[in-house]
């Protein structure tokens, strides 16, 4: 028997599609755009800083064995009184800002990726079912769609956010805060995706290749996922990367109103509402670092998804 080597094929096909990127028109926006390569490092840094956190931070911020009271209000190390034990200086728990911002930003976005994939699941399905069917379906859902944009995104969060917190359990509140954050978001958030997919929908659905589809005998189901599908997520990862943001604000929002998760697993905008009430009296680093980290977060994320809408679109080119 001869043995069939197929890791080289393999080799072969990754250094094909490594070579078509670099040679893509994409690549060389995302190269001609020094602000877009900022954005991109500096999205990529707090990515691996929050992911990393455990690792990286010189405390654990939600073990209350590892708090010292005696080390509250600790300024940064530049200041005055201030030690690189605590390099952005501590809250009035004796927290480390420093550990508790990357805590903080692994929760807004592990809360910011979650609604996001949940908001686009819900969207891309009601979307495609609205342009592909058309008829009462598409009419139900489109004035679905339209009643819910008609109102402001953080009305219909808190909305949600309230109709579910008293649904469930009182005791079991804070087990499910994320779950109950990560659907609040979501759901308001499908409307913009099933938008722009059912418009996709009706320019595709009238196309040789699914008229083609229909006429051997293709399932309704499987035209929708198999063949219109991939012909309409362009646009779809634009507003993903844009909602990205949104659903981090929405989240930091709602922390900061107290709604949002626990307090013993704060967020940034939670530890933005601690910092709040110490901004006056001296303690300015409290607020200041995890607002000003939220702020460059949402910034750098918001300028990637400009970059990549302008970099799909080719009339913009």
Known sequence: ????????????????????????????????????????????????GALFAPLL????????????LLDAFTPPVWVEGGGWKYMLGTDDQGRDLFSAILYGSRISLGVG??????????????????????GKVDATIMRIADVQISFPSILIVLLIDGVLRGVLPAGRHDDLA???VVLAIGFSSWPQFARTVRGSTLVEKNKEYVQAARVIGRQPLVIMLRHVLPNVMGPVLVIATISLAVAILSEATLSFLGVGVPPTEPSLGTLIRIGQDFLFSGEWWI???????????????????????????????
Do not use: C, E
């Open 57 to 68: 931070s010189p405390q654990n911020p939600f073990d209350p064995a590892a708090l010292d």
């Open 178 to 180: 994320l779950i109950v």
């Open 113 to 134: 990726f979650a609604a996001v994939l949940f908001a686009m699941l819900l969207g891309i399905s009601a979307g495609l079912l609205a342009g592909y069917v058309g």
């Open 1 to 48: 028997m001869v043995a069939i080597d197929h890791s080289s094929g393999v080799v072969h096909r990754a250094r094909d599609l490594a070579h078509r990127f670099f040679d893509s028109d994409i690549y060389y926006s995302f190269r001609a755009s020094k602000v877009t390569m900022v954005a991109a490092g500096v999205t990529a840094v707090m990515f691996l």
């Open 287 to 317: 607020v200041i670092f995890p607002g000003a980290t939220l702020a460059i977060l949402v910034l750098a994320v918001n300028l990637l998804g400009d970059w990549l809408r302008d970099a799909l679109n080719p009339k913009l080119r």
